[in-house]
């Protein structure tokens, strides 16, 4: 259990031999990076640090996104007596102690507490309902702290006294911020030495840490501290290094470049050419360069209609359930959803004939017929139509045999012509073979 960590000087209390993600842990509000979608100003959370009026909340999200950070953001500023403590070494009696303590400031100082509980998800329920008296009544106000979601790891009833704050991954530039802070930060980074990271490198810590920017500075440290230095005494970090320390190869995409529009058009031409190792393999370069999931999820689900269609109907549910998997489960577990998904749309048969007809029903009405309703199909739920010769000789399909029966639907200027041109693949040749059986489409 840790009271008060930082004592109002937290450069002091840093030593020398500290990870580099430690010492360059941000300091102020001002130095915080990323979360802006909650932190920036002007939003709630920092009007209440700002303030120093922060009641009871949880911060959750990935490891590396600076829930600690901007706990010991608040230590730092706030009047209040702040404790810390973690759910995994931590247990009743440490809560007990900071209780105790907690109604010792408010009733002989008027002093209010702050606990900051680090993977609070960690306890227990009855470790959780220990602290629920306390914060119901105001005597501690509790900061959580979870990868987990809390809706399903934390009690109810403690979860309804705390605001939840949600923290997302950072993006390449946040990171990339960063590692240059570190570099050149002559009192907690690197900048006393003569380093040279260069920009391939750089951009590749920022895109493997995959949004954690404890992992990039990790492995940014590592490469520091095990380059040996040039004839000129600087430490040169290259490409080589940067994927050696962080243990990942580079992979050559661009998100906004070529590379991208290339390799999304092979993985759907993988989909469409039924080669299922090839579409893995696209994808897996996708997820490996970062690629947004719910991006590969989309084009999976147009391919599922454009390039399936009704060769196999179940082709389009296991897209979505796919892309809903992305959204319900998230990376990288969702990989495994999207896996499943793309092997089903290549082994399957394939068809593009709903894509071709609906493109040539839009170009008739664009450019062919004029629209208009055949008197027999228009509206008669409404008085007089009956008068004005609404749907008088409609035939109601499901009054003849096998709910069929023959009777015009285009407009008077398309009778006879044919949008959609069933394949013989999958379930295309059952409903090729119904339209045929009813005259809809021409025996060959």
């Known amino acids: 259990m840790q009271e008060n960590f930082f004592n109002r000087n937290y450069e002091g209390q840093i030593a020398d031999n500290a990870p580099l993600a430690v010492r360059m842990r941000p300091r102020t509000l001002e130095e915080f990076v990323g979360q802006q979608h909650i932190i920036g100003k002007g939003k709630l959370l920092y009007r209440?640090?700002?303030?120093?009026?922060?009641?009871?909340?949880?911060?959750?999200?990935?490891?590396?996104?600076?829930?600690?950070?901007?706990?010991?953001?608040?230590?730092?500023?706030?009047?209040?007596?702040?404790?810390?403590l973690n759910a995994v070494t931590s247990g009743k009696k440490e809560i007990t102690e900071v209780l105790d303590k907690a109604k010792d400031n408010l009733g002989v100082y008027n002093k209010k507490s702050i606990l900051f509980i680090d993977e609070l998800h960690r306890f227990n329920k009855a470790q959780q309902d220990a602290l629920l008296p306390s914060v119901e009544?105001?005597?501690?106000?509790?900061?959580?702290?979870?990868?987990?979601?809390?809706?399903?790891?934390?009690?109810?009833?403690l979860l309804s006294r705390s605001t939840i704050f949600e923290f997302e991954n950072l993006t390449t530039e946040d990171i990339r911020r960063v590692i240059i802070r570190a570099i050149d930060d002559r009192e907690r980074g690197y900048g006393v030495m003569k380093i040279k990271c260069d920009e391939d490198a750089l951009e590749h810590f920022a895109e493997v840490a995959n949004g954690d920017v404890r992992r990039a500075l990790n492995a940014l440290e590592l490469g520091i501290l095990t380059v040996?230095?040039?004839?000129?005494?600087?430490?040169?970090?290259?490409?080589?290094?940067?994927?050696?320390?962080?243990?990942?190869?580079?992979?050559?995409?661009?998100?906004?470049?070529?590379?991208?529009?290339?390799?999304?058009?092979?993985?759907?031409?993988?989909?469409?050419?039924?080669?299922?190792?090839?579409?893995?393999?696209?994808?897996?370069?996708?997820?490996?360069a970062g690629e947004d999931p719910k991006f590969i999820a989309r084009r999976i689900v147009i391919s599922a209609s454009e390039d399936i269609g009704n060769a196999e109907p179940m082709a389009l549910p296991v897209a979505m359930a796919a892309a809903d998997a992305v959204q319900f489960i998230g990376m990288p577990e969702a990989r495994i959803n999207l896996a499943q998904a793309v092997v089903f749309l290549a082994c399957a048969p394939k068809s593009n004939a709903s894509y071709l007809a609906v493109d040539a029903a839009i170009a008739a009405v664009k450019h062919a017929s004029n629209s208009n309703v055949p008197p027999h199909l228009q509206d008669?739920?409404?008085?007089?139509?009956?008068?004005?010769?609404?749907?008088?000789?409609?035939?109601?399909?499901?009054?003849?045999?096998?709910?069929?029966?023959?009777?015009?639907?285009?407009?008077?200027?398309?009778?006879?012509?044919?949008?959609?041109?069933?394949?013989?693949?999958?379930?295309e040749q059952k409903m090729k073979d119904y339209l045929k059986k009813n005259e809809i489409i021409k025996n060959d």
């Open 228 to 288: 040996d230095k040039d004839a000129a005494g600087i430490i040169h970090i290259d490409l080589e290094t940067a994927q050696e320390c962080i243990q990942q190869r580079a992979v050559q995409y661009d998100k906004n470049g070529d590379n991208h529009y290339d390799t999304i058009s092979a993985f759907i031409k993988s989909i469409r050419g039924s080669d299922p190792d090839a579409a893995l393999y696209w994808m897996a370069k996708m997820i490996t």
């Open 380 to 427: 008669t739920h409404y008085t007089g139509s009956k008068k004005m010769g609404r749907g008088l000789t409609y035939q109601y399909p499901h009054n003849y045999p096998e709910h069929f029966v023959a009777q015009q639907y285009l407009p008077d200027d398309l009778v006879g012509t044919h949008f959609y041109e069933p394949t013989e693949m999958g379930y």
């Open 137 to 157: 009544k105001g005597l501690i106000t509790l900061i959580g702290a979870t990868t987990e979601n809390p809706y399903f790891e934390i009690n109810s009833p």
């Open 48 to 84: 209440l640090i700002s303030a120093d009026k922060l009641s009871s909340v949880v911060f959750y999200g990935p490891p590396g996104t600076g829930k600690t950070s901007l706990a010991k953001i608040i230590a730092n500023r706030t009047n209040a007596a702040f404790y810390e």
